[in-house]
């Protein structure tokens, strides 16, 4: 069956640490792959995505993700976080093409620390 | 651009009761998703059309849950009879899908609870 997986529940980290949220994903053919974001009491929103190409994307706020097909993973990354990061963060898998069914994670929730 | 618009925000019924969530998919968008999000989970695709038509509707538990799309815009979720496992929050979402970007935009959610 088609799953993602991540790795962590629940980050914690102070202002200006390094981020790397971990997301592998199970094999299924041709992917596409995304990271959506949930900042408290708001909706989700696209950070980034990955089609085809260049496996390193940069996404909006500073983020980056690298696909890495060998492992089947879509690590998101940030340099230095922000105390306005705090949010929960969805690896997504869209397995299938256009039409095909969007399978997400069970999400990381991170909370940085002023 | 406007965004997916769902209504109500906020639901609570008792168990047994009935209940309807609408949305309102971004102008032009032929592919309409809705999913249930669960506490604690990421969300999950209940069913998935294109225009007026079903594409997925796999995970549906059709003996309680329907939807329809009709005139491909708009569209509306029911649960009837409600139990307590249905409390949850319910996506919408939209995308330009199968013509252009495969990019799901999500509306705020509504948030059921199942007393």
């Known amino acids: 069956a088609q799953s993602v997986s991540q790795h962590n529940h629940h980050v914690i980290l102070s202002e200006a640490a390094s981020l790397e949220l971990g997301c592998n994903y199970s094999y299924g053919g041709t992917v596409n792959l995304f990271w959506y974001v949930q900042y408290p009491g708001q909706h989700l929103q696209l950070l980034l995505k990955y089609f085809s190409g260049d496996p390193l994307v940069k996404g909006i706020k500073g983020f980056e993700a690298e696909f890495i097909k060998s492992k089947f993973s879509f690590n998101l990354r940030k340099p230095s976080v922000q105390w306005s990061d705090t949010a929960e963060y969805f690896c997504a898998v869209l397995y299938g093409g256009s039409q095909g069914n969007l399978i997400f994670g069970k999400g990381t929730k991170l909370s940085v620390k002023p | 651009e406007a965004g997916v618009a769902q209504s109500p925000r906020y639901k609570i019924i008792e168990k047994r009761q009935s209940v309807a969530f609408w949305c309102n998919p971004i102008?032009?968008?032929?592919?309409l998703y809705w999913y249930q999000q669960i506490l604690g989970q990421g969300p999950k695709l209940l069913i998935q059309f294109q225009n007026n038509g079903v594409v997925d509707d796999s995970q549906l538990p059709k003996d309680r849950f329907s939807a329809e799309r009709l005139k491909g815009v708009d569209s509306t979720l029911k649960i009837q009879p409600a139990k307590l496992e249905d409390s949850a929050v319910y996506l919408c979402?939209?995308?330009?899908?199968?013509?252009?970007?495969?990019?799901?935009?999500f509306g705020p959610g509504t948030r059921l609870t199942v007393t």
């Open positions: 979402a939209s995308s330009l899908a199968p013509q252009g970007s495969y990019e799901q935009y």
């Open positions: 102008s032009g968008h032929a592919t």
